[in-house]
């Protein structure tokens, strides 16, 4: 009981100031800013004409549309395995809402709307919305308690369910104005507002996201009650006593659930890597919205934590397969490398409040390196094929339960693929933020944006062949002449920083420096948290051009990476590169990079949609036939982007390289 107090007065100085506080730094909407490139925008139209299609088709094929049939029933038997598929309609939906509001379809939006009357008539009387009870109360799966809310803890995601409709809700309304899906939403927040809180039932949900939801519910209605709940169930962590240290699932203790103390003394990426992304998106999302200090301090120590000691090299995180979580610091094993789509996904999500909290252009640097890499590598090239997973490395003689060497077309759980659909096309909303009238321009995407800036309209045109090559040119279009300072985000590794940290570091350092010109002039600037500072009357026309440096870059770990001891990865740009036994005599494990390999990268349009490559000449292993004897031979060496491989057969994949030959693994078949 006193803990529900404390509770109730963290949230009564929290709804004092709700209103007054939020975020400094605005994100520019993605609406605003229309691309116009050869990267992103072919993945949003495939998004648009391929993935969202594939997803809504198989929700009705495996039966996902049929339990919200059915729960409208009250008569049938849930015809899916988990009690959260609900979610994969939801997030569908989120993502067609995206797609709408940049691309007008009368037909999906019909399509959508007959959604949402389904999803309607499965919402029970009081705003109780759950597919997996609402069918056969009396008969739930071993997920389900025989209560509402019962296993919330735990297994039965109720809340996660509730969150994901509330997220597709708000992009629902704001894309169509229509009140059919956000109506719903707010008769099941109401209800839960109801349920949970200081004095009522209290529970850290079992997979957060219901949080981030009740944040945009908020924003959109004001509701104080909605920013108050998500307050609420972000400090209600730290409760969980049902560890049984002799259980098999040993690690599923409560740092699983992000819940084995309150959020505020924890400095440590924990658990279920996706359930662990969103809860720190909303702590960041509530820590705006009440000037709650410590809940800020606590998930800059858990990023630190991150960056620092527990990120793959392409942005991925959740080393361990057996739970989807965490490792301890500095377990990142390529072999059996975990990498969860969807943690990608959630890690994306966090960095961008984070930069919106500080303002410092090492969260867009982690967001950029997770978004070119570690999360498109979760989508073929096709938008209709995925990854669970993105390992690390596939080799012949080493075979792994978690590690998917090709990729599938759904999954029973697909909560991915589904995640996807609603990442991809909001991508332009990552690009630009405001604070005043200060403009920061985040990534680099050929397009035109229309901004206010000092109540005046302005247009800012980016050209450039991002990722492939480093020119950048800004060009500034307006009526009159406009004072504001434009920050432009120099990339970490174009300044020979690889991480913010010291998990991974260049190991060949670049004499080129970033250069700037204004309208054709070379100028000074200041470097402000990674951001160059440009500061004048822009007039019409002006215009800025940065050259970054391309050069290809091998990458190294900290020592405390065992697996990486003695190994090298390559980085151009913002790109991870592999390689893939296609490309290089039918395997990838067997290849060595030496300290004195030379390399050329070259763009080949033929290849992978278009993708600059790297190429040399390394040493391999090689065996002779009858397996007696081992020597090394110079052989042709192509690395491809990373988020390209898989799509094009199955075979092996390696990311990090042996420097040379230290030992020789004899394996027995």
């Known amino acids: 009981m006193k803990r529900n107090f404390l509770i109730i007065g963290i949230l009564s100085a929290a709804s004092l100031k709700a209103q007054q506080k939020d975020y400094a730094i605005k994100e520019v909407n993605f609406t605003q800013v229309k691309l116009s490139d050869k990267f992103w925008l072919p993945r949003i139209e495939t998004n648009r004409t391929v993935t969202i299609p594939a997803s809504f088709q198989r929700c009705e094929s495996t039966g996902r549309v049929k339990n919200f049939v059915m729960a409208a029933q009250h008569q049938g038997k849930f015809c899916t395995r988990y009690p959260f598929d609900d979610t994969d309609i939801y997030k569908t939906i989120e993502g ?33 919305l759950y597919t997996a009870r609402t069918i056969d109360p009396l008969h739930v799966g071993s997920w389900i308690g025989k209560e509402r809310w019962e296993k919330e803890r735990e297994l039965s995601h109720e809340l996660y369910n509730a969150g994901h409709l509330y997220e597709a809700a708000a992009a629902h309304y704001l894309a169509t104005k229509k009140r059919n899906l956000l109506d719903i939403a707010l008769k099941n927040a109401d209800l839960v507002c109801s349920v949970f809180g ?28 909605y920013l108050n709940t998500a307050a609420f169930f972000v400090k209600a962590r730290g409760l969980y006593k049902g560890y049984d240290p002799k259980s098999k699932d040993s690690w599923k203790n409560g740092s699983y659930w992000q819940d084995d103390k309150p959020v505020v003394l924890q400095d440590e990426a924990e658990g279920h890597a996706v359930r662990a992304g969103y809860l720190y998106s909303a702590v960041a999302d509530v820590a705006a919205l009440t000037g709650d200090d410590s809940l800020t301090k606590a998930i800059d120590k858990i990023f630190d934590n991150v960056v620092t000691k527990k990120m793959y090299v392409q942005g991925g995180v959740g080393a361990i397969g057996d739970g989807e979580r965490y490792g301890d610091n500095y377990e990142l094993p390529n072999s059996t490398a975990y990498n969860e789509t969807c943690a990608s996904i959630a890690e994306v ?58 990729r599938s077309g759904w999954f029973e ?15 332009p909303g990552y690009m630009y933020a405001q604070k005043g009238n200060e403009l920061y321009i985040n990534l680099f ?92 009357a822009w007039t019409k026309n002006d215009e800025v051009e940065i050259n ?38 039918g395997k990838a494990s067997n290849l060595i990079i030496p300290a004195n390999a030379n390399f050329t990268a070259s763009y080949d349009s033929t290849l992978l949609n278009g993708v600059v490559t790297i190429k040399g000449m390394v040493p391999s292993v090689m065996i002779s036939s009858n397996s007696e004897n081992i020597s090394t031979q110079k052989q042709e060496f192509t690395a491809i982007p990373y988020y390209s491989w898989a799509n094009r057969g199955k075979g092996e994949m390696v990311v990090w390289f042996p420097e040379k030959v230290s030992n020789i693994d004899i394996i027995s078949k």
């Not at 797609?99 to 009387?125: G, M, N, R």
């Not at 850290?204 to 908020?218: F, Q």
């Open 548 to 585: 970054l440096p391309m050069e290809v870059r091998r990458v190294v770990a900290n020592e405390k990476v065992s697996s990486d001891i003695g190994k090298v990865a390559l980085q151009r740009g913002p790109l991870m590169y592999c390689a893939e036994w296609i490309d290089n005599g």
């Open 413 to 427: 759980c697909s909560c991915c693929p589904t995640n996807l659909t609603r990442l991809i096309p909001s991508v």
């Open 349 to 406: 999500y966090w960095y961008y409040r984070m930069f919106k909290l500080h303002g410092d252009a090492k969260y867009m640097d982690m967001l950029e390196k997770t978004l070119y890499n570690g999360l498109i590598s979760g989508i073929g090239l096709d938008g209709k094929s995925f990854f669970y997973t993105n390992a690390m490395e596939i080799k012949n003689y080493f075979s792994h339960a978690d590690m998917e060497p090709e």
């Open 198 to 225: 200081p004095g009522k039932r209290v529970v850290a949900p079992g997979h957060e996201i219901v949080e981030m939801g009740l944040v945009k519910l908020y924003r959109i209605t004001g509701k104080v009650e």
């Open 96 to 128: 067609a809402s995206f797609s709408l509001a940049i691309h007008p379809d009368k037909q999906l939006e019909a399509y959508v709307d007959s959604l949402i009357a389904i999803i309607k008539a499965a919402q029970e009387p009081d705003g109780y």
């Open 445 to 536: 995407i050929n397009s035109t944006a229309d901004l206010s800036i000092n109540n005046q309209p302005i247009q800012l045109i980016q050209e450039n062949n991002y990722p492939w090559n480093g020119k950048l040119i800004f060009r500034v279009k307006n009526n009159k002449a406009n004072t504001f300072s434009m920050l432009i985000r120099i990339p970490g590794w174009a300044m020979n920083t690889a991480m913010p940290s010291d998990l991974y570091q260049f190991q060949n350092k670049s004499a080129e420096k970033p250069e700037i010109k204004v309208n054709g002039k070379v100028v000074e600037f200041d470097v402000q948290n990674g951001y160059a500072v440009l500061n004048r």
